[in-house]
């Protein structure tokens, strides 16, 4: 008997997680759960890499009937709700250290969170911080664009600010 195309997109959407590449995995489990919604191994392997990219409301969408994973979902996004809105709130008053240091502070370091400190470190002229917390998103996610921008602009000019199409990240 064949394997299914479900089962083929899990499949790649399994390996491109277990590569660091997110992002394709998100897609890949995606198309398996278009095919067959009731591929319970797709939707939690959904679930974990919109959580690790900081996707939370998405991750807890993803996660329904995964009581157990979906709690931990909600408990990190009424969080990060409250750490984001504060922080973005210091970045707009250019506090660049003091919304780094409430991002800091969330325990789980998605993707998301690591870029956006990426941004911060960036704009407060910390371009060692910037690069390493660049460096760690696209570690966790190959596919991150913004890491892979600043990271290349930092090779070819020695650090420099932010490139312009990822400073919307922040705010």
Same mark, same amino acid.
């Given at each position: 008997m064949s394997e299914g195309l479900d089962w083929r997109y899990y499949r790649l959407a399994l390996n491109c997680a277990c590569r660091h590449d997110l992002s394709s995995a998100v897609v890949f489990a &995606? &198309? !398996? %759960?278009? %095919?067959? !919604?009731? %591929?319970d191994d797709a939707r939690r392997l959904l679930g974990i890499c919109l959580f690790e990219l900081g996707e939370l409301d998405s991750a807890s969408y993803a996660l329904i009937g995964q009581d157990e994973l979906r709690d931990a979902v909600h408990e990190q996004r009424a969080l990060a709700a409250c750490v984001l809105a504060r922080a973005s709130s210091l970045a707009r008053q250019k506090k660049w250290r003091k919304a780094d240091a409430h991002l800091r502070g969330l325990m789980h370091q998605s993707v998301r969170i690591l870029t956006i400190r990426g941004c911060i470190n960036a704009s407060a002229k910390r371009y060692k911080a910037a690069a390493s917390l660049f460096a760690q998103a696209l570690e966790k996610d190959k596919g991150n664009r913004a890491a892979r921008e600043y990271l290349a602009e930092s090779a070819k000019r020695g650090v420099s600010r932010v490139p312009r199409s990822i400073r919307v990240v922040i705010l």
């Open positions: &995606r &198309r !398996a %759960l278009i %095919l067959n !919604a009731g %591929l």
